[in-house]
C-alpha cells in the first residue's frame, strides 16, 4: 500500500527470497498455537482457566536477534529492525487516526536548541504531537517536553529527540526517502525510538515482538529496506553438515 514507504531491496536478498517460505512458518506457528483450546485440555476446561496456548520457544542471542524454530529450520529476527517496522506502520495508522497520547512527564525536560534546529521546530510540532510528545517552545533557542510516547521500556526520551532533531536538521538517506515531513518525521521516531541492540528482552517481549511484526503489512523489511527476518532452511543446514 501507498501509505507505507521506505521499502526496497536487492534481488539477491535472501530474507526476500524466502519471504512466503517465512510466511508459510509463521501461518504454521501461528495454526499450531490456535490448534489447541480448551477443549483439548478437560482439566483446565473444567476449572474455568482458559489453558495457555503454546508457543514457538523464543531465544534472544547478544541481546540483539531472536532466534526461533521452524517447521522447515529456523528463522532469526533483528530486534531492532523488527521493532523498527512494528512502530513506523504503528504510527502511520495512528497519524490517520489524528494521533496518540504521551505519558505526562514528572519532570519536564527543556533541550537547548541549534540555529538550524529552531528553523525546523515549528513545522513539526504536529507531528510530534501526533506521536505523544507534548513540546512548546522555551525561551528562543529551548524546547521543553511535557509528555512524551513509550514505545518501550528502555526508550530514552530525551535522547529520541536530540537524535530526531539532528538527524531532521542533517539529513539522512533515510530522511531522503520520506515523502514529506510527516513521513519525516515517523520514520525518524521509528528509527531512533525502536528497541535497540544489547538490550534484554523478557519472553513476553520477544512474543509480542514477534505477534505484532507479522502482523504488520511489510514484515520482512525495516525501513531502510533491510531485511527484519533471515531464515535458515533445514536443507541447508544439512548441506553446511554434509549431509546431502
Ligand atoms: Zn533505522
Known amino acids: 500500500p501507498a501509505v507505507v514507504a521506505g521499502v526496497g531491496s536487492a534481488a539477491d ?7 512466503d517460505d517465512v510466511l508459510d512458518d ?30 514457538p520457544e523464543l531465544l534472544q542471542i547478544h541481546n540483539s536477534f531472536i532466534l526461533a524454530e521452524t517447521r522447515d529450520g529456523v528463522i532469526i529476527v533483528d530486534q531492532h529492525a523488527a521493532h523498527e517496522r512494528v512502530l513506523f506502520e504503528r504510527i502511520v495508522a495512528s497519524f490517520e487516526r489524528g494521533g496518540a497520547e504521551g505519558q505526562r512527564l514528572l ?6 536548541l541549534t540555529k538550524p534546529e529552531v528553523e525546523l521546530i515549528e513545522s513539526i510540532l504536529e507531528p ?15 524546547i521543553l517536553v511535557q509528555a512524551v510516547p513509550s514505545p518501550h521500556r528502555y526508550f530514552d526520551a530525551e535522547k529520541c529527540v536530540r537524535e530526531m532533531l539532528h538527524e531532521l536538521t ?18 525518524s521516531f521509528a528509527c531512533k525510538a525502536a528497541i535497540r541492540a544489547g ?17 504488520t503489512e511489510l514484515p520482512y523489511h525495516d525501513i531502510h529496506g533491510r531485511p ?12 553446511k553438515f554434509g549431509r546431502t
Open 199 to 215: 538490550h534484554d528482552l523478557s519472553n513476553d517481549e520477544m512474543q509480542e515482538l514477534f505477534d505484532q511484526l507479522f502482523a
Open 26 to 55: 509463521i501461518a504454521q506457528m501461528h495454526l499450531f498455537r490456535r490448534g489447541v483450546s480448551g477443549e483439548d485440555d478437560p482439566g483446565a476446561a473444567e476449572e474455568g482457566v482458559a489453558p495457555r496456548p503454546p508457543r
Open 128 to 142: 510530534l504531537a501526533a506521536l505523544g510528545f507534548e513540546i512548546s517552545p522555551f525561551g528562543t533557542d529551548a
Open 13 to 19: 536478498d535472501p530474507a526476500d527470497d524466502a519471504a
Open 107 to 112: 519532570f519536564p525536560i527543556a533541550i537547548r
Open 170 to 187: 542533517h539529513g539522512s538517506d533515510l530522511m531522503n526517502s520520506a515523502r514529506n515531513q510527516n513521513e519525516r518525521v515517523a520514520m
Open 228 to 239: 527484519t527476518v533471515v531464515r535458515l532452511g533445514l536443507g541447508e543446514l544439512r548441506k
